[in-house]
């Protein structure tokens, strides 16, 4: 059974950082390109950042040079160091698993950033 578990979210005030966890059993993790969605109320779900399997990462432009995604293969986990947060960032931010035509999700974690 595929599981992928987020943690790490909550509230911060704007200009704050924040590290979300995602971790990841019943796949092959290290040949799976992990993602990093959000979903604002009232918005679609978008493409935050993605880190294929040889590392190489791409960002959405709203929050490139704030956010890092990283992956450790032997612990089976992805990451998203966001710094600098802003009110527009406040989402519910999910996990996602993609190799080929299999695409596994988590379940989400609340994201809020205000003062």
């Known amino acids: 059974q595929v599981q992928l578990v987020e943690s790490g979210g909550g509230l911060v005030q704007p200009g704050g950082s924040l590290r979300l966890s995602c971790a990841a059993s019943?796949?092959?993790?290290?040949?799976?390109?992990m993602d990093w969605y959000r979903q604002a109320p009232g918005k679609l779900r978008e493409l935050v950042a993605r880190i294929l399997s040889n590392a190489n990462a791409i960002y959405t432009d709203s929050v490139k040079d704030r956010y890092t995604i990283s992956r450790d293969n032997a612990k089976k986990a992805v990451y998203l160091q966001m710094n600098s947060l802003k009110p527009e960032d406040t989402a519910v931010y999910y996990c996602?698993?993609?190799?080929?035509?299999?695409?596994?999700w988590g379940q989400g974690i609340q994201v809020t950033v205000s003062s």
């Open positions: 996602h698993a993609t190799y080929n035509e299999n695409r596994h």
């Open positions: 019943g796949i092959n993790f290290n040949i799976y390109a």
